[in-house]
């Protein structure tokens, strides 16, 4: 569910459900708000861990604005003047004020939740007291229930089945009332309340069909049938689930052999830790992530599987294993399924507030992302998509290469620091699309923030008139041509935006183009010097083109030269540059 933004300023509102607890069972799209958020909200007990955030530690990424939600009370008295209700109703109102001023600051605020948000989840209760103030977006996540069905191997319900879900903390015989007439249920909320769910299955004579599922789906998962489970041990986040009578697993193979989750029946049946299946329980593969990948690298390195072939096989037969890139792609970004196209992003030069909402949409529908690795780096990882990094002088076949994915059918984004029109990856890809093998495969450009916007932008308006735009980097022409180029600029008044000014190899170009400057240019005129603008080590500092020094500057600044009509004021102890729009008399 979706409310849209009703006016600008506030944030949006996230309830991002997270699965049952595998890091590879979040969506794509609740991995996509993640990292993408502002502030992450998520609930834990007072000994300050938390589930939800380790579930989600990979997506999260640094300089994001942490919210704890600590609960005042869980299983153990109170003594709040209104019981242990009003304990909590005090608690989700805090924690609603407490979101709500990031929202007011127009923050976007993602909160965590296991499972589902609005499936027996503690979100509802922020949600119910922010949605109608805010644009709000509820993200559904795997449940446990689903979960515990899925390691088990066994159906829920089928055809004309009904499935009742119950919480433990119902009165026992309420319990029992209700799975007697339930053709297939599941039971949430366990722990302290084992022994009473225990009792109501036996009195609704059902207890011999249930089985026991503790943390499905992670690294800690139990399986064993509920009547052999010692009551001490059983956490809260475990299920008991009574499948589907007509999914009950018939005889095959020789007489007297069984299979599925009833082949025990009759046997001692251990429980099971982790994903290894043991003698009468589902022969099921739970995934461990632990076993096989990182998730924080999931999206960098996680082969994509081919439709119709099974998971982890490829076309051939072959295993696709995670961390080994794999041939030409299938299905949606994949080979010989539909046609692939290329789309070359523009990040803006930092941050991600100078990322545009087309940028955004584009980098989350791809399926493979190429660029110079420090770019790619700039996108928060998807667990979907494969990345391709390369060095930042090899632009030719960084656009092959991205070219050849998309004829293979993917959708491939391929990120460009700025602008990618400006001094970036855009002409290299269609200089090299333009190649008959590659006539057929779309490409489009998406325009991004330009560092010359962004460093104007930060010391006032310095780019308020006529304005060129040059590179001193001689790596593809001369520097006789660059020297022309700057002389014409001088000459015709025009202010200078300075790409490429230096590198640890070429420094002599930024005092050989300030004397030619100077030719034309008075000695006081201003000069803006941009580093890392919109990055972490952020600077901009205004000096004059007389005392422009070469050792100050390096390849991650951006320089501007004013005309000889752009002024350099102090307003409120604050420095401005800007060009005047009138034209000089």
Same mark, same amino acid.
């Given at each position: ?134 644009? #709000?977006?509820?993200?559904?996540? =795997?449940?446990? @229930? *689903?979960? /515990?069905?899925? $390691?088990? +191997?066994?159906?829920? %319900? ?104 009833? #082949?025990?029946?009759?046997?001692? =049946?251990?429980? @099971? *830790?982790? /994903?290894?299946? $043991?003698? +009468?329980?589902?022969? %099921? ?116 290469? /991205? ?183």
């Amino acid at each position: 569910m979706r409310r849209e933004r009703e006016g600008p300023g506030s944030g949006w509102l996230r309830g991002v459900g997270l699965g049952p607890g595998d890091p590879e069972l979040v969506t794509v799209k609740a991995a996509r708000l993640i990292g993408e958020a502002d502030v992450i909200a998520y609930h834990s007990a007072r000994h300050g861990r938390s589930i939800a955030r380790t579930v989600a530690a990979s997506y999260l990424r640094e300089g994001q604005i942490e919210e704890p939600l600590i609960y005042p009370v869980t299983t153990e008295t109170t003594d709040h003047p209104g019981g242990y209700q009003g304990a909590i109703d005090e608690f989700y109102e805090s924690c609603a004020r407490r979101l709500a001023a990031h929202l007011d600051a127009g923050r976007d605020v993602v909160v965590l939740c296991e499972g589902d948000p609005l499936f027996y989840g503690s979100y509802m209760h922020i949600h119910k007291r922010l949605a109608h103030r805010y644009p #709000a977006e509820v993200v559904p996540g =795997v449940t446990s @229930v *689903s979960a /515990a069905s899925a $390691v088990l +191997g066994r159906p829920l %319900v089928e055809r004309e089945e009904t499935l009742t879900v119950l919480p433990g903390t119902l009165a026992p015989e309420t319990l029992a009332a209700r799975l007697a007439v339930a053709d297939s249920a599941a039971v949430l909320k366990l722990g302290r309340t084992f022994p009473a769910v225990r009792d109501a299955l036996e009195s609704a004579g059902r207890l011999d069909e249930a089985w026991y599922v503790e943390r499905a789906t992670t690294d800690r998962q139990r399986i064993a049938r509920f009547a052999d489970v010692d009551p001490s041990e059983v956490p809260y986040f475990s299920v008991a689930v009574v499948p589907s009578r007509a999914g009950t697993p018939r005889r095959v193979g020789a007489p007297g052999t069984r299979q599925g989750a009833d #082949a025990g029946q009759g046997e001692d =049946v251990a429980i @099971v *830790s982790g /994903a290894a299946p $043991v003698s +009468g329980v589902a022969p %099921v593969s739970a995934h461990t992530p632990s076993q096989n990948t990182d998730p924080g690298r999931a999206g960098a390195q996680a082969a994509v599987p081919v439709p119709g072939a099974g998971d982890g096989v490829d076309a051939g037969g072959g295993e696709v294993r995670p961390g080994h890139e794999t041939g030409p792609l299938t299905a949606a970004g994949g080979a010989g399924l539909g046609r692939g196209e290329v789309v070359v992003v523009g990040l803006g030069p930092g941050g991600r507030y100078w990322l545009t909402p087309e940028a955004q949409d584009a980098l989350a529908s791809a399926d493979e992302l190429v660029g110079y690795g420090p770019y790619l780096d700039r996108v928060p990882p998807n667990p979907r998509q494969r990345r391709h990094a390369s060095d930042n002088r090899v632009e030719a076949e960084r656009a092959a290469h /991205a070219l050849e994915l998309a004829l293979a059918g993917a959708r491939v984004a391929v990120v460009s620091s700025g602008d990618p029109g400006v001094f970036a990856m855009a002409s290299a890809l269609l200089e090299v699309a333009s190649e008959e093998r590659f006539a057929q495969v779309p490409v489009r450009v998406l325009p991004g923030v330009t560092a010359a916007q962004a460093v104007a932008a930060r010391a006032g308006a310095p780019l308020g008139h006529d304005y060129c735009v040059i590179s001193l980097s001689d790596r593809l022409k001369s520097w006789d041509v660059i020297a022309a180029r700057v002389s014409a600029a001088a000459r015709a008044d025009l202010v200078l935006a300075i790409y490429n000014p230096a590198s640890r190899a070429r420094r002599w170009q930024v005092e050989a183009a300030r004397d030619l400057l100077l030719e034309h240019r008075a000695p006081d005129t201003p000069v803006v010097i941009g580093r890392d603008v919109g990055g972490p080590s952020e600077s901009v500092r205004v000096t004059t083109l007389d005392k422009l020094d070469a050792a100050e500057i390096d390849m991650r600044c951006l320089l501007l030269i004013g005309s000889s009509t752009t002024r350099h004021t102090t307003r409120n102890g604050h420095s401005t540059v800007y060009t005047p729009r009138r034209y000089p008399a």
